[in-house]
């Protein structure tokens, strides 16, 4: 059965990096037929996808994020990663980690729990 | 930028059907997925293209489409049902992901 996790600290600075890991149980994240993705949700608000990565390291960030955003993957250790830099309060959220299907169809099926990060000082 | 637009809540009677869009430009050329979402809980697929449901999704969600509006169909709503709801297709580069606001369904 195919499982997400995400770790990293619940806690940022403003101004600073937040790093985040999503470790993939179930399945091999070198599958070809899917990517894997980063998406949040603010306070009492609507998801807002952030970037997908493929298994070769091709990457797929939100225009809105892109000049913040960098996503990362290593499939020795099964895991893809998140980092946001330049951090304000607005990027208090709780982040998911998500299977992509991105082939044909554009489908997040199969998704982590979330962590809550709020950005303070 | 492209944009998905949701009600942002939506009522329906138990065991009624309950129609939940999504109005989008990007809509007319993308098909849509549709996530529910229960407080406290991660997002969970419910279908996506054309009609097709993860194992587990009863067959009483069903999703149409028409020119700039995609639609969930939820037929004989039940009280596990009262959930948020939202939408997600492609940006016009096709290689982006976007979501809808999301629309709260309350099952009275």
């Known amino acids: 059965q195919l499982q997400l996790q995400e770790s990293g600290p619940g806690l940022v600075k403003p101004s600073g990096t937040l790093s985040l890991s999503c470790t993939v149980s179930?399945?091999?994240?070198?599958?070809?037929?899917?990517?894997w993705g980063w998406i949040r949700q603010t306070p009492g608000k609507g998801l807002e996808w952030i970037g997908n990565?493929?298994?070769?390291?091709?990457?797929f960030y939100s225009p809105s994020l892109k000049s913040r955003v960098t996503i990362s993957i290593d499939t020795s250790k099964n895991q893809f990663s998140l980092k946001l830099n330049s951090l304000t309060a607005a990027d208090t959220a709780v982040y998911f980690c998500?299977?992509?299907?991105?082939?044909?169809?554009?489908?997040?099926?199969?998704w982590g729990k979330g962590t809550a990060v709020t950005v303070s000082s | 930028s492209s944009e998905l637009t949701q009600d942002p809540a939506v009522s329906v009677a138990l065991g009624q059907t309950v129609r939940i869009t999504c109005q989008g430009d990007?809509?007319?050329?993308?098909?849509t997925s549709w996530y529910q979402q229960k407080p406290g809980q991660a997002p969970v697929l419910v279908i996506y293209?054309?009609?097709n449901r993860p194992s587990g999704i009863p067959d009483r969600f069903s999703v149409s489409s028409s020119g700039d509006t995609a639609s969930l169909t939820i037929t004989g709503a039940q009280a596990v049902d009262e959930a948020d709801y939202h939408c997600?297709?492609?940006?016009?580069?096709?290689?982006?992901?976007?979501f809808g606001g999301g629309t709260k369904l309350t099952v009275l």
């Open positions: 997600q297709s492609r940006d016009k580069s096709g290689n982006h992901a976007i």
């Open positions: 990007t809509l007319r050329n993308y098909y």
């Open positions: 179930g399945d091999s994240i070198s599958s070809t037929s899917y990517h």
């Open positions: 293209g054309k009609n």
């Open positions: 998500a299977r992509v299907g991105a082939h044909f169809y554009y489908y997040m099926d199969v």
């Open positions: 990565i493929y298994y070769s390291g091709t990457t």
